[in-house]
């Protein structure tokens, strides 16, 4: 499975983006999918994640209740829904994916074996 992220760029303060995760393969039904970002001189921090089924997902308290996972498996991708935004949470986002089957294990990075190349994310006036 590869990934491939879009969806980025410049957006006021209060906007909204909707980041897009394109896999290929046939197996991304299996994975686990999980977004992360990365602002600079900083670590990457755990923002969303979403089991197989779609059913259950994950947020980071940061994000809770202004950003949106979801998954399409029949289009083999995965989105963010960003609404509200913050200067804060500008940054590079990626996307992973996991064949963890557990649950809160799912806001480590250390679970996810995919990773795609990053879509900046700037939030300014």
């Known amino acids: 499975v590869q990934l491939v992220e879009s969806g980025g760029g410049l957006v006021q303060p209060g906007g909204s983006l909707r980041l897009s995760c394109a896999a290929s393969g046939r197996t991304f039904r299996s994975y686990a999918m999980g977004w992360f970002r990365q602002a600079p001189g900083k670590e990457r921090e755990f923002v969303a994640a979403i089991k197989w089924s779609g059913g259950i997902t994950y947020y980071a308290d940061s994000v809770k209740g202004r950003f949106t996972i979801s998954r399409d498996n029949a289009k083999n991708t995965v989105y963010l829904q960003m609404n509200s935004l913050k200067p804060e949470d500008t940054a590079v986002y990626y996307c992973?994916?996991?064949?963890?089957?557990?649950?809160?294990?799912?806001?480590?990075?250390?679970?996810?074996?995919?990773w795609g190349q990053g879509t900046q994310v700037t939030v300014s006036s």
């Open positions: 992973a994916a996991s064949t963890y089957l557990g649950g809160d294990g799912l806001r480590a990075s250390g679970r996810y074996e995919l």
